[in-house]
């Protein structure tokens, strides 16, 4: 048996095609539609401190994807602290017709580009439905590397639709980043340093949060026709929030528990699935496109293991296209 190994430097040397991982979570979206997929409810290991957490995501994506395998993804918040990353993962592929493993590969960064390209994926059908010469201005609390890789993916592929960027982290944020040398000066020059959180969730109609925040923070209701990418789950309080009648989930079950913002709004204010879209009903229903243009969109995505297989597949592909890689025997 041959397995394929691609590490942080594989990964890199293979880069960040955006154009390309956002078209594998549409095409991963588009099978999950068709039925061909299995992915059981993600468990959560936790031992000592409650908020650590490592979570197995095992899924099978058929379609033109056709693999299997599971990520085993560890998020320590307090890792930040101690000068570490928060979080660390390992994905195991499986040819999907024999069960025999054949890639194995360090998805820190991987991981974290899927969460950027689901975001993508959102903008990208919320701007085809809602108006393709939109001008938003973007914001994202929180800087660290999920938050770096949304600004340089926004910048990327909708840098046309962004009049201004504004960025907030309780920590500072780093413009100078290397991992940022692929946005342009012309939006660096668009991008402004918010003093406060306040200040951005003001002056934005397209926010990401994107923290590691241990209590809810934002009590203030979005602004008519914003779009709020919930990624980091757990950043809104019921006041913010429970008046906005378009929310977006990428799976109910998964999304509703774990004390996310979703499972907040279903314990206090009654919200269930049928009140809420699915990421397949915008992919493949175009259901914004009857949404009213002052309509606010809340976006919460739990993170699916479908998207992790499918997008390890892609790096998978590319880096037997480069001969990148090592084969462990």
Not at 270 to 290: E, I, P
Not at 293 to 320: I, N, Q, T
Request: hydrophobic share 40%.
């Amino acid at each position: 048996m041959s397995v394929l190994y691609l590490g942080d430097e594989h990964i890199r040397a293979i880069g960040l095609n955006w154009e390309a991982l956002v078209d594998s979570m549409e095409a991963a979206v588009r099978i999950m539609d068709s039925g061909d997929y299995a992915q059981p409810i993600k468990p959560y290991l936790r031992y000592r401190h409650p908020a650590n957490r490592i979570i197995a995501m095992p899924a099978y994506v058929g379609g033109s994807v056709q693999t299997a395998g599971i990520k085993w993804i560890a998020s320590f918040p307090g890792n930040i602290d101690a000068g570490l990353p928060r979080a660390h993962s390992v994905t195991l592929l499986n040819d999907a017709n024999t069960g025999i493993p054949y890639a194995m590969l360090n998805t820190t960064l991987p991981s974290a580009a899927r969460t950027a390209a689901v975001s993508g994926l959102l903008i990208r059908h919320y701007l085809h439905e809602q108006g393709k010469e939109r001008k938003m201005t973007l914001g994202i609390i929180g800087f660290g590397p999920i938050g770096r890789l949304h600004y340089e993916m926004c910048c990327r592929l909708f840098g046309e639709h962004l009049a201004n960027v504004y960025l907030y982290d309780i920590r500072g944020c780093d413009l100078e980043s290397s991992d940022l040398g692929s946005v342009d000066a012309a939006l660096r020059s668009r991008t402004h340093l918010a003093g406060s959180w306040q200040q951005l969730y003001k002056e934005c109609d397209l926010v990401i949060t994107c923290t590691v925040t241990k209590e809810r923070y934002i009590d203030i209701p979005p602004s008519a026709g914003s779009l709020l990418l919930d990624v980091s789950l757990r950043d809104y309080r019921s006041e913010a929030i429970r008046g906005i009648k378009a929310i977006i989930v990428d799976d109910w079950d998964e999304v509703c528990r774990e004390n996310t913002d979703i499972e907040l709004l279903h314990l206090q204010c009654g919200l269930t699935k049928n009140q809420t879209m699915s990421l397949a009903d915008v992919v493949c229903r175009s259901t914004l496109a009857a949404l009213p243009s002052d309509e606010a969109v809340l976006f919460c995505p739990m993170g699916m293991a479908v998207f992790d297989m499918a997008l390890a597949e892609h790096f998978v592909s590319r880096a037997k296209a480069l001969q990148i890689g090592l084969e462990l025997k």
